[in-house]
């Protein structure tokens, strides 16, 4: 795509930092939080679900452009100053949509992050305007856009000056009518093939309907998104705006449990619970951590034991694969910052059991042929 001069592919991905947090790197960022602000207590509530949960980032809507003039279109300046003071309460950062110049006037000084809504994403005037400020702006993808149309739309912020640019995946709009839209997974991919900007996703107004949010975030991890935009609501059944996709605070709960081990096996990661850094809750973490070494040792025990029996007597210890083996693990570590001393005094001892594992089975092996008779 020649006109993505800004936006297009790098040597390096870029990472959005914003007040500590980083999207883009290997940590999933979760922000979560109702589709609008309606109360104060409303949005206490919802930022104390998201950070029990591990949660960095609160949303809530402002000002909400609805398809219907009827429709609840969001509490404004009150409404803003709900969301500011929640998300201060527990140390989040927030997030919040802008419609217009007006809009972006009253929350560029309050909130951290802007968001430009999908059905804005070709408002080429709004986003030259949020290119002209300093702060980091998260762009959904229009309802029936093509990736190029959300890359150039991306390439307008850019090219005004905003480099703080991440791109959000909500859903396009298709023939199937059993979604409120239909999450193209496969854009994530592409989008990051074709781009260096941060990639996100919105399983809410995707799915419309709360029953497919835990599957898709999931499947939105392992297919490569930087991070989750999910709807939540201390009361979804009585919501203004979008009660059917929110999660209710146990279920956002529930859901961010579950994407620590996804995250781990796509090698990226994910803290559930909240970040607090006193001696109980890092020895608590370190337990976690701990029980979670020792599982994916006893699976390489498991495979290493599998490979004995295909291996001959001779076979069985293998320097140059070791050898191999090690020099990888240490130029990883260097990659993750961990000592490459430590990796070289632990791996030969894990070698070593294995080799003697291996032994053991053939050995027992070899003793358990029956030999014909006369043979004794």
Same mark, same amino acid.
């Given at each position: ?5 800004l936006?297009?592919?790098?040597a ?65 300046? @009150? ?16 997030v919040?949509e802008v419609?217009d ?98 990639v996100?996703?919105d ?13 898709l ?42 994407l ?59 320097s ?14 260097? @990659?993750?910052?961990?000592?490459? @001393? ?29 030999l ?5």
């Amino acid at each position: 795509m020649k006109d993505l001069l800004l936006a297009g592919r790098k040597a390096e991905r870029s990472v959005v930092e914003v007040k500590g947090v980083s999207i883009g790197g290997r940590e999933i960022i979760l922000m979560g939080g109702p589709c609008a602000v309606e109360s104060r207590e409303q949005m206490s509530q919802s930022a104390k679900t998201v950070k029990d949960a591990g949660g960095k980032i609160l949303r809530g809507g402002v000002f909400k452009p609805r398809t219907s003039p009827y429709s609840f279109q969001g509490l404004g300046l @009150e409404g803003l100053n709900y969301l500011v003071q929640a998300a201060k309460e527990q140390d989040l950062l927030c997030v919040t949509e802008v419609i217009d110049r007006q809009s972006l006037d009253l929350v560029v000084d309050k909130v951290d992050i802007i968001q430009i809504g999908a059905r804005n994403m070709q408002n080429f005037e709004l986003l030259k305007t949020v290119g002209s400020i300093n702060k980091p702006v998260i762009l959904k993808r229009g309802l029936s856009a093509t990736v190029e149309e959300w890359l150039l739309a991306a390439e307008y912020i850019l090219a005004s000056g905003n480099q703080r640019v991440i791109l959000c995946e909500r859903g396009i709009r298709t023939y199937e009518p059993s979604t409120r839209n239909t999450l193209d997974l496969s854009a994530v991919g592409v989008t990051k093939s074709l781009s260096h900007l941060p990639v996100i996703v919105d399983p809410s107004h995707a799915a419309g309907r709360r029953d497919l949010i835990s599957s898709l975030s999931k499947a939105a991890i392992a297919a490569g998104a930087d991070g989750l935009l999910i709807e939540t609501h201390p009361d979804p059944d009585r919501a203004s705006s979008d009660g059917p996709q929110s999660l209710t605070p146990e279920q956002f709960m529930a859901l961010a449990q579950e994407l620590e081990p996804v995250a781990d096996s796509v090698q990226r990661s994910f803290t559930f619970g909240r970040r607090e850094d006193t001696l109980e809750a890092l020895r608590a973490r370190i337990d976690r951590i701990d029980e979670s070494l020792l599982e994916k040792l006893a699976e390489r025990i498991q495979v290493v034991k599998r490979m004995g029996d295909q291996k001959r007597l001779d076979q069985v210890k293998d320097s140059n694969r070791q050898k191999e083996i090690l020099q990888r693990l240490v130029a990883l570590a260097a @990659e993750l910052e961990v000592p490459g @001393e430590l990796v070289k005094r632990i791996y030969p001892l894990i070698f070593e059991y294995g080799i003697q594992c291996q032994i053991k089975s053939k050995l027992f092996q070899e003793s358990d042929i029956e030999l014909p008779l006369g043979g004794r």
